[in-house]
Each structure stands twice: as structure tokens, then as C-alpha cells.
């Protein structure tokens, strides 16, 4: 067995009364919903998400239009738009993405984890 296929990813809630353990990374974006994630929107993304292949068929869209302000925890992801701006996203960062049309994946092998502190309730819906 490899020494990746033995880790274990570790979490706990903000509180720490809660904990889990899984032996491998969710397969999709996940909405945490611990009092802090539901308020400011925590979400994670796994290498290879992109928002025009894993949202954009669900909702027959193209390009995301939401607002995002928010707050990069780990990782990098990227945001392009139709114009050729392209946003890098990276660990520490704070971040605005207008609410015009771009798309959003993730860059290298590592997972995505941001906070929205604005625009998350209306992300993918």
C-alpha cells in the first residue's frame, strides 16, 4: 500500500467537540454546516473541480455570475474571464470576483478550501 492510499485526513468543528476521520478526500465540493461554515460559506474544492464542468451542466450555464468576497484558507484556484483577466487565488488571500460571467478551478494537486464571506448564498443555485 502506498504511503498516500494509508493517510488520514483529520478535522475537527471550530469548537472541537467534533471530530472526523476519513481515509480519503471527498470526491466534490463540500458545504460544511458547523455555525462559522453556514455564516460565512466554507467551501472545498479537490484538484480537478472546475465550476463549467462539475456546476455549469447542472444549471445549464457556461459561467458563474455570482459575487464572491471571501478568504483563501489553503490551497490555489484561479478565476478567468471572458476578457483574459484572470484571478490567481492562494492561501492567505482576500479576495473579490464581480458578479460578471467567469469560471474557477483549481491549480496543482492540492485541495481548495476558501471562506465566502459574500455571495455564498446564492453559489450554484
Known amino acids: 500500500m502506498t504511503r498516500a492510499a494509508q493517510a ?7 469548537c472541537g467537540s467534533v471530530r472526523i476521520h476519513v481515509r480519503r478526500a471527498p470526491r466534490t465540493v463540500t458545504h460544511c454546516n458547523c ?9 472545498w474544492y479537490q484538484p480537478g473541480w472546475q465550476w463549467s464542468k462539475h456546476v455549469g451542466p447542472d444549471l445549464g ?39 460578471v460571467p467567469h ?3 483549481v ?4 485541495p481548495y478550501v476558501s471562506l465566502h464571506l459574500g455571495g455564498a448564498g446564492k453559489y450554484a443555485k
Open 8 to 14: 488520514v485526513l483529520s478535522a475537527t468543528c471550530h
Open 61 to 99: 450555464l457556461a459561467r458563474c455570475s455570482v459575487e464572491h468576497v471571501g478568504l483563501v484558507l489553503a490551497g490555489v484556484a484561479t478565476a478567468a474571464f471572458d476578457d483574459g483577466t484572470v484571478i490567481e487565488l492562494k492561501s492567505g488571500d482576500l479576495f473579490y470576483i464581480p458578479p
Open 35 to 43: 455555525s462559522i461554515c453556514r455564516r460565512y460559506g466554507a467551501l
Open 103 to 105: 469560471d474557477s478551478w
Open 107 to 110: 491549480v496543482g494537486n492540492e
